[in-house]
């Protein structure tokens, strides 16, 4: 009779591979599966700070990857520049109805120029940051300036991410949430958008603004200028206005917008 204790099996039965351990000894499938559930909870952590739930995750996700954190160079539709060429426009979409439809007495001067505040990149900023979001930016290898732009443009690219995967009245909803309270602030007397524009093509070494007037129609007593303004490098920004001066404004406020000028608003 063998009274010696029988070795324990450690070994996989035949005809199965024997588990594949990391550095730390646990089986890589275990490993693959909690990083898996530990993703779909930073997932759902994002959509309840967003209220939005995503019928397509990586919509979210590509919202928030930067291109230098990609894999490969070659899938930069991975990351969120794709996202941010829309983004800003269905945000500046939404927000000019909610202005539109707040505030019925003011000119479209008035509205381009609260339209100027909302969008610009650091109100965006802040409200990332106020829903908790900019630690969820995923970055590669890149510098500070990078860094700070994504910062300062993830909302857009979070706007366009629930407008893709929920429709226009999703979109519209997250927007209302996040800005109803900030539009109806009380502010500080807006500054000329022209000036503001002039300073900031200054302070990037281009000429002063060019205005042109584009178009104009109705009857004599009540005319309706559309003017452009151009700066080299940059695509025109239009306006429409009861006078040329009018227009200019709302084209300079255009132009304010779209490329994320800060000081533009609030600085009385």
């Known amino acids: 009779m063998n009274d010696e204790t029988p070795d324990i099996q450690t070994s996989s039965p035949p005809g199965e591979a024997s588990p594949q351990l990391d550095a730390g000894g646990e089986p890589a499938a275990a490993k693959k599966k909690r ?3 530990s993703a779909k909870a930073a997932t759902a952590a994002i959509e309840a700070r967003i209220g939005h739930k995503f019928a397509d995750p990586t919509l979210l996700a590509t919202a928030f990857t930067h291109v230098s954190a990609l894999k490969s160079a070659r899938k930069r539709g991975d990351s969120y520049q794709r996202l941010e060429f829309l983004g800003d426009h269905v945000l500046g979409l939404i927000v000019s109805d909610m202005l539109y439809r ?4 003011a ?6 120029k609260r339209l100027a505040e909302l969008v610009r990149k650091e109100s965006c900023a802040d409200v ?8 969820d930016i ?3 290898a890149v510098g500070a300036g990078a860094g700070a732009r994504l910062r300062k443009s993830v909302l857009g690219d979070i706007c366009e991410a629930v407008f893709l995967d929920g429709g226009y009245s999703a979109a519209a909803q997250f927007v209302e949430r996040n800005w109803t309270e900030r539009m109806h602030k009380p502010r500080r007397p807006l500054r000329d958008p022209k000036t503001v524009l002039q300073e900031w093509a200054q302070g990037k070494g281009l000429p002063t603004p060019v205005y042109r007037e584009v178009e104009r129609t109705g009857p004599h007593h009540d005319p309706q200028f559309r003017v ?5 490098g940059l ?8 006078s040329k001066r009018a227009a200019e404004k709302v084209a300079a406020s255009v132009m304010i917008a779209r490329e994320g000028v800060g000081g533009g608003s609030n600085d009385g």
């Open 228 to 232: 452009a303004v151009d700066l080299p």
């Open 107 to 112: 000119d479209e001067g008035e509205l381009s």
């Open 102 to 105: 707040a505030f019925p007495n």
């Open 35 to 37: 990083r898996k559930i």
């Open 128 to 135: 990332a940051k106020s829903l908790g979001l900019l630690d």
């Open 235 to 242: 695509a025109p920004a239009e306006g429409v206005g009861g």
């Open 138 to 140: 995923k970055l590669g």
